[in-house]
């Protein structure tokens, strides 16, 4: 099998792979038409001003571009986009439309006279598609290529961009390792002699010796206690766990761990194991011997904490703590009681804000700890108190007469949060909570979970049938190809088995070193050039459903309500409003926003997901973007929403009411107009509102609320530059209009103690609105076509892998957007 890597890996890269260099057109045709309009508005921005001085402002040299002669099609494609939309030249006094048509015409003949791009070579599949492919042909979901490196974006926005999809040396050897794992999964599955191993639970290690034996088993009876045992896994798939339980008191689940991941839950709600059916979960475990443990998940209540705890209690115990300023008539020997008991305070308050994150669901033992070192810490802050009134000389009354006035809102709050905890008790909760008994676990495997959809063919079911070697290998090849296989194609693959069998090899391993040839060659790593029926039907099943074409002819509106399309429905959304890192990548201030969990993160990607899959398959108007009433939010969700002041449905329409938009369009500790409104302009619109100056600056972490000013205060300020108003007029208000979604997506109505001021002008058109809904309202009446051209783009990009240039004619903003779908791809080419 190494013998054929090898070789097939020299012949991969022995292909021209490499991308011809970007066209470029003849500058000498220039008109002077043309030459003095750069001169009059561009070159002093732009390489060169009357002052004799080189000024290059966007990293735009527009000088050296014209000196080197030639205008490559990047820069035509530059040029024509600032000057035709107008954000450039910025500078008074500026051009008519009439010298701006003029230059553009020129601009136009020029690109038009380019030849045509060469294409890319080859175009590779991405991660997620190979992941896809790879489950569809061999009929079971090994999760193959996950250890890849993450496909990079390119110019067209999308992680299938063409230009992006480059192949390393060290990514052929990944799926070197990748296809071989892969068949030794499908192989072990199709042999139906899984992998069985019994473990009883009085004969598992025992994580601390108060996990006793119990009957013939275990109790685990304690937040510390579990039973383990190290297991082999021959191969990477789905194993079974089936166990063996009774509980003592409330239902428990039970949780296997395997290297300390959650792979498999079952629920435990009887009390009489001769009563209690074994329970049992699949999980995926990868090959290799790993420890195994068995744990009661809630034996406690658990809420999620951050994983850095520690390091944001004491933040927030030092920015929280009440203080007291200093006395009237201060001695140096009472500033240092005063100060010893400011110090006792953030004390205090670190223990306070442990217990702000437990909250009243928390784990019962972690709330008794810090309510404990609470009230000893209180105690000697009492003490020192009284220390500071007697070397003050002033009565106790007094010191807490001024620590009170001083800390009204902060000690009332704290009030609060010890109030809503203390009536936790971890000996009161231990009383009726249930106690896992465990019998035994059984593990076996690997085993073959059902698909969401059905599958025509796959290596799996062929297996079962136990099919000749030969046209297993056909057969195989056809479909992992593609299209039709010839014999001479196939030659080499039935030559390796013939090999293997020569050297009286297994059959077995004969048929895998076939069919790993074919999994790491190029006519299947890459998709097919030729335009043939075989490359359209990959294309758009490459489009829709990340996976190979698994049906000979269908129309769209089936494919996409396979569950097979959901993946398109998130890459689509992700990428293109640009919400895929939210929970990692992008997430609030955990010290300023608490409550906003991974869950609530992940149930806000959801929602956008479920809410795009919607118009898709119901076909609903492109308009229904900004205007669409339709609630996907998860119940979880939905309860954090209506924390806020107000949940009132039209406030929640479309992509602008929901939380994955605005989270990612803010700052971790508060909203961000600016980024809001380039959001709206750039990523809903499709209009560039162009990069920001080098010394433009931006606003602090802490601007808005920490420095008692609204946003809108602070933005005021800063673009009282000339040159830096007209991008902010521009881009700031549509942000101002989303102002009462604070950074987690939350409803309020005021910011800095000040009632949200969210209304605004719409650049370009004078009209006015205030808030959500009429922002949203006036964004469809100006820009309803913007809006319906910006998707065709986008479907466009991600279907063709290309970044998308050139003129549509005016679509409405009512079509459909199924019938959008099919438009975009009968007229794109197949490839």
Known sequence: MIRIFFQLRGWLWAGALAIPATSVVA??????????????????????????????KGEFDLQSKLAADPFTRETLEKLIEQIDSEEMPTKRPEPTRAERDDVLKSLRTQLAALPPEPEVTVRRLTKREYRHTMRDLLGVDLRAGEFLPPDGQGESGFSNDREALAITPDQMERYFESAARALDGAFAIAKADPVLIQLEGEKMERSVPGVRPHRDGVMVNQPSHA??????????????????????????IAQVQVSGETVAEVTIQSHDLAESPTRSAIGFVKRGRHPVKLISRNLVPHVVEPPDIVRLADENGKKNAPKLAPLPNETEESKKSREALNYKSYGLQESLEFLRFFGPEGDPRKIDQRRKYYHERHVDFLRIRKELAAKSGLPEAEIIRLWTEQNRERLADNAKLLAAVEHVKFEDWLKHQGKLYVDSIVVSGPVAPSLAHDLNWSLLESLRTEIDPVTLVREFAHEAFRRPVSDKELAPHLEAIRSAQARDEEREDAVKLALAAILISPDFLFRGREPDQFARQSALSYFLWESRPDIETADIETMIADSRADPFFETFADEWLEIGELGTGIAPDRLKFPDFTPEIAAAMREETHLFIAHLFRENRPVSDLLTSSKDFAPPALREFYSEGATTDQPNRQGLLGQGAVLVSTSSPARTNPVRRGKWVWENLLGQSVGEPLPDAGELPGDAGEARGKTLREELAEHRSREECARCHDKIDPIGFGLENFDATGRWRTTEAGKPV???????????????????RNLLLE??????????????????????????????????????????????AEFE
């Open 227 to 252: 039973i383990s045992a190290e297991l082999d896994f021959p191969v990477d798939g789905h194993y079974e766990f089936s166990i063996d339980a009774a509980v003592f008191g409330e239902p428990c």
């Open 757 to 775: 001021d969210a209304s605004g002008e719409l650049f370009g058109s004078g009209a006015e609105f205030s808030g959500p809904v009429e922002l």
């Open 782 to 827: 100006k820009h309803g076509q913007d809006l319906t051209e910006n998707v065709v783009r986008r479907l466009q990009a991600l279907f063709t892998g290309q970044k998308q240039i050139g003129e549509f004619d005016p679509i409405s903003p009512e079509i459909g957007m199924r019938d959008l779908l099919e438009r975009v791809i009968e007229e």
């Open 27 to 56: 500058q000498s045709e220039t008109d002077l038409v043309s030459l003095r309009f750069y001169q009059t508005y561009c070159l002093k921005c732009h390489g060169g001003g009357d002052n004799g001085k080189d000024e290059i």
